[in-house]
């Protein structure tokens, strides 16, 4: 499963923590930034390298930084949590949640966005398994091939190589060569004594 | 919990057992009684300052040194991560390997495979030394400079050069990933190998992989957070005064 990545922004305390510890609970593989200040937070944003923003639209510096804050991509990325009263805003925020809200209901609404980036997009769904070609791939790998002569090996692009490389890595949970060939040994996808570096 | 000097020892390891190493590296072992964290660091001749950072910055994830408390020296900071360095080479490592060669001497159905194991934990190995070797070397050699010219009134000039050569900064960069060949060894082991007779060994060796890739990230967070800024303000002020 791929990596989510959160940002909190709230200057409570309270907050930043209990909404740390609600994403842990519905969600494992994840990458948690708890920001207290608006600057860095703005910043962090800017860089549009996060997959959902957790935002405490209740406190005065985010209200004082609308205008800023609609200027930032990610606004489509925004989760906004108040206190009793929501403010008013004329941005589209993916979902508003009171923080006084029983249990039963937040998750509902947490799940219901969150499940959206578990499912595949347009049956895109990758299998773990790999498939024909990437074993071919695989196999030149463990030989101690490099991605230029497995390219040419297969009359494919160095590009198209590098990523079924990380297909491979993503799908296996092996990243280094000496791993990928203990595999390709393990799978009798070559044989012991081919090996270069074994 | 934030740790603090009025703590008992014993409590230290009640809250978190793997502080059990942390302590041997500063000297301190069992049989502390009910004495607390600042009565042991006395007896012992620690600093308390240091040893309290790196104990919170080893239980709590989230911990953060206060820059009051980076009081104590670069010497010191050094001669504990050196003191890791000598504990993964001359405790884990060694356990994890007689636990694969216990492994091969049992095993009759996956010996090969288990053989092939082997072979990649000592390409692990050598990287690892690689890697420990390169920090002892060069990089806090260079920290160590770093304080030295902080502390003069005249900053030396062979510094200056130093600096133009080397800066935390590039270590922070360089800093390469000493955990991948771990990571695939334990998926290797817990997806793809066949399970060898032993069950209880490969488990035990599981856990030892577990032990020291956790240990090696708490090693790498002491850099970062407190060996690298404290560096990185020292550079800071050298320059300026040099500007002058």
Avoid: W
């Avoid at chain 1, 609970?25 to 997959?51: A, G, M, P, V, W």
């Amino acid at each position: 499963m791929q990596n989510t990545s959160f940002v909190i922004y709230s200057p409570s305390y309270i907050i930043r923590k209990g909404l740390a510890a609600i994403i842990e609970k519905i969600y494992s593989n994840n990458t948690i930034q708890q920001i207290e200040n608006t600057s860095e937070f703005f910043e962090l944003i800017q860089k549009n390298e996060t997959d959902f923003i957790l935002l405490d639209i209740n406190c005065p510096q985010i209200q004082k930084s609308i205008t800023k804050l609609k200027t930032v991509s990610e606004t489509n990325r925004i989760v906004a949590f108040y206190f009793q009263h929501k403010p008013k805003f004329d941005i589209h925020f993916i979902e508003s949640i009171d923080i006084n809200y029983p249990q039963n209901k937040v998750f509902k609404k947490l799940n219901k966005i969150f499940g959206k980036i578990n499912a595949p997009d347009d049956g895109q769904n990758i299998p773990d398994e790999i498939s024909k070609r990437e074993a071919d791939i695989l196999r030149y790998i463990a030989l101690g091939y490099s991605n230029k002569e497995i390219a040419d090996k297969l009359f494919l692009s160095t590009h198209t190589v590098v990523t079924h490389r990380k297909n491979i890595t993503r799908k296996l949970g092996i990243k280094t060569v000496s791993g990928l060939t203990i595999y390709a040994i393990l799978n009798k996808l070559i044989d012991i004594n081919d090996t270069p570096q074994i | 919990m934030i740790i603090t000097k009025n703590i008992k020892m014993a409590d230290v390891i009640h809250l978190n057992y793997h502080t059990l190493s942390v302590l041997n590296r500063f000297n301190i072992y069992l049989g502390f009684g009910d004495k607390t964290i600042e009565e042991v660091c006395n007896d012992k001749n620690v600093d308390i300052n240091f040893f309290l950072e790196i104990v919170n910055t080893f239980v709590d994830k989230e911990y953060f040194p206060k820059k009051q408390l980076q009081t104590f020296s670069v010497s010191l900071i050094t001669d504990y991560l050196k003191k890791t360095h000598q504990f993964y080479h001359e405790v884990k490592v060694p356990e994890i390997e007689s636990l694969i060669n216990e492994m091969i001497e049992t095993c009759y159905t996956q010996k090969e495979n288990i053989v092939l194991l082997k072979k990649f934990f000592n390409e692990y190995k050598q990287e690892l030394l690689n890697h420990t070797q390169r920090e002892e070397e060069v990089v806090y050699p260079y920290t160590l400079s770093i304080e030295k010219a902080y502390n003069q009134e005249k900053i030396d000039s062979s510094v200056v050069d130093l600096m133009k050569n080397y800066s935390i900064n590039i270590f922070k960069t360089e800093h390469d990933d000493i955990e991948e060949k771990l990571y695939d060894l334990k998926n290797i082991l817990i997806k793809y190998l066949p399970q060898p007779k032993n069950v209880q060994l490969c488990n035990k060796l599981i856990h030892e992989l577990f032990i020291l890739e956790q240990d090696l990230n708490d090693h790498s967070v002491i850099e970062d957070k407190v060996l690298v800024p404290k560096i990185r303000a020292m550079e800071k002020h050298i320059t300026k005064k040099l500007s002058k």
